[in-house]
């Protein structure tokens, strides 16, 4: 850069191209690996010259693993809370930035605290309250005693039941209801002029207005962003959706992998394995290669 | 910070929060006070009611020999992989920063694995490291027997480090890289003029200004490490050979799911739990204290 140092560019040149190789190759490998038939595919070592039954594989693995269905539930799951989160976060961060209500700050800790805590670490309880998404409601109409009001005077026993088991909304939802997101929108909002607020209420725009108007088109950047990586982030989540979904017709294209799995015992058919799995990545593959400045920005503004 | 001009009517000011609101509350707030209640009583899986029973949930976990199995496996698994995915991000991101010819090249493609999904790239990882077919195969053909995840502890240990270790190599090496780029260029130049070599300048000026990313992904990493390894142990080894890669959350999941104690597997979370908090306090507190700052 600066100054001439041939043997260490050398070296750079060196590791940077063995770093290279090692990302590059287990795409090349499954991609390869997709292309040969059972012998070839268990073959030691594995031919890395290109088999001619690629998209025999592929069309087995669609059918075997059932990917079409799997795949649209995917994108209806991924484009779900991609779009929940760039909406409600956005609501959210204008709530807290633009108003001044007693116990605003209280809401800025209750929704910051949710960063801490991931999905993974509370699934036990939270798969009981998607099991009756109104059970906390009931349990507090009854430990207040409202339930107990209500059966006196009308005579109906109150039971509050909503299952949300195998349905896209249990599985969008509980992804929706954490912070990142609202913290993006939140540095953003503070980084808008005065001025402009102050212009828009001088021209008798109301909060709404200004919202809609002004607001969010400015915030145009950050959605880009925040929506690349929350796609990518509800594309690849697997415990969640295995528990979500016992019944096949809401499964994901990502928990149908494990089907794909060989058998111990049977035909050791990784030529079909490998093809799956190609079909599962290469999605989020393509929206990192064609988003890759979104993808960049939203990860490195959402986690800060 | 606090914005100078404000709406009034503050009443629309909380109903726009008010959807988050009931999200985070039934979702987030009521499943971790109810993961508390279950820790502390009995619940029967099948309804019947629970029992209290105080801290004996606890006790019976912390006296199990599995459960403190699963604590040095996963502290293993953090330890290694989060060493390994940082330092080889760290190097390839302070090469690349050096903007040699091609450099964008590596700028796009390395980033790349972060985007894959945990199982897609552990199921590719099974058949690449696979004893009897793919590569490994190699090895075990001219040394019998020396490779095999699903009957050596270690080995499949091994194996779900590196397809750990290889997606989170190119989640650190975006980070790592955005800091270097983020010190101004004169900076550098300047030094490179004073006579310091690239190494020199690495180690004196680099180095100490990349600290707060460096702690950050520390704790990034270590996190994601106990939840995302959850779809690679799945996919790879459940856990196997003889609870040898039987991880925390896979170990919350097996006994709260599949052998149906709700308790235990509450009594786990809420250990997990503060695990997680306390390095989340850790970053604030500590790390964001001792670090320079630009």
């Known amino acids: 850069m600066v100054e001439r140092t041939p043997i260490l560019n050398f070296l750079t040149h060196l590791i940077l191209f063995v770093g290279f190789v090692f990302c590059v190759a287990p795409f090349a490998i499954v991609a390869i690996a997709a292309s040969h038939n059972l012998k070839d595919v268990n073959d030691v070592p594995m031919s890395l010259l290109p088999g001619s039954d690629f998209w025999v594989n592929i069309k087995t693995a669609w059918t075997t693993a059932d990917l079409g269905p799997k795949l649209l539930n995917s994108f209806i799951m991924a484009f779900g809370v991609a779009a929940g989160k760039v909406i409600i976060s956005a609501l959210t961060a204008f709530s807290i930035v633009y108003f001044r209500y007693p116990g605003r700050m209280l809401i800025f800790w209750l929704i910051f605290i949710t960063l801490m805590l991931p999905l993974e670490v509370r699934i036990v309880p939270t798969y009981a309250v998607v099991a009756n998404v109104l059970e906390p409601y009931q349990a507090i109409m009854d430990l207040t005693g409202l339930s107990w009001l209500i059966e006196k005077l009308s005579g109906m026993q109150v039971s509050l039941s909503l299952g949300l088991l195998n349905s896209y909304s249990g599985l969008i939802l509980p992804l929706v209801a954490t912070a990142t997101g609202t913290f993006l929108y939140r540095q953003f909002f503070l980084t808008v002029p005065d001025e402009l607020t102050e212009a828009a209420r001088m021209d008798g725009a109301g909060a709404m207005r200004f919202f809609v108007d002004i607001l969010l088109p400015l915030s145009r950047n950050n959605m880009a962003a925040l929506g690349t990586i929350m796609f990518l982030w509800a594309w690849n989540q697997y415990l969640w959706p295995l528990l979500i979904t016992t019944d096949q017709s809401h499964a994901m294209a990502v928990t149908e992998l494990k089907q794909l799995i060989p058998n111990v015992g049977g035909a050791p058919e990784w030529h079909i394995a490998m093809a799956g799995t190609l079909i599962v990545m290469l999605p989020p593959l393509i929206v990192v290669v064609l988003m890759q400045r979104w993808f960049v920005r939203g990860l490195i503004a959402t986690e800060k | ?294």
């Open chain 2, 1 to 294: 910070m606090e914005k100078r001009v404000t709406f009034g009517r503050w009443t629309i000011g909380i109903l726009f929060a008010v959807p988050q609101l009931i999200l985070i509350f039934t979702f987030f707030y009521w499943p971790a006070g109810q993961a508390v209640y279950w820790s502390l009583t009995l619940q029967q899986p099948w309804g019947g009611g629970n029992i209290w029973v105080g801290l004996d949930n606890f006790r019976s976990i912390l006296s199990n020999a599995d459960y403190w199995n699963s604590i040095s496996a996963s502290l293993v698994f953090a330890g290694i992989s989060t060493g390994l995915a940082m330092s080889i991000a760290l190097v390839l991101a302070a090469l690349t920063d050096r903007q040699l010819a091609g450099s964008w090249l590596y700028r796009v493609v390395l980033i790349w694995p972060y985007g894959i999904a945990a199982p897609a790239l552990a199921l590719a990882f099974r058949f690449i490291l696979a004893p009897e077919a793919g590569f490994m195969a190699v090895v075990n053909q001219v040394w019998p027997g020396v490779w095999d995840p699903g009957l050596d502890g270690s080995d499949a240990m091994a194996s779900i480090i590196v397809a750990f270790s290889w997606k989170y190599v190119g989640y650190n090496f975006i980070f790592f890289l955005a800091a270097f780029q983020a010190i101004p260029r004169s900076l550098i130049e300047a030094a490179a003029m004073d006579g310091s070599g690239v190494i020199r300048r690495f180690w004196d000026i680099q180095f100490p200004l990349i600290t707060p990313t460096i702690f950050f992904l520390l704790v990034i990493n270590i996190t994601e490490s106990f939840q995302d390894s959850f779809g690679i142990v799945d996919i790879m080894t459940s856990g196997g050979p003889a609870n040898a890669t039987n991880l925390m959350v896979y170990k919350i999941y097996s006994d709260g799911f599949k052998g149906l104690d709700y308790s235990g597997a509450a009594a786990q979370s809420i250990i997990l739990m503060l695990l997680i908090i306390a390095l989340t306090i850790v970053q604030f507190r500590f790390i964001e204290r001792r670090v320079h700052y630009r």
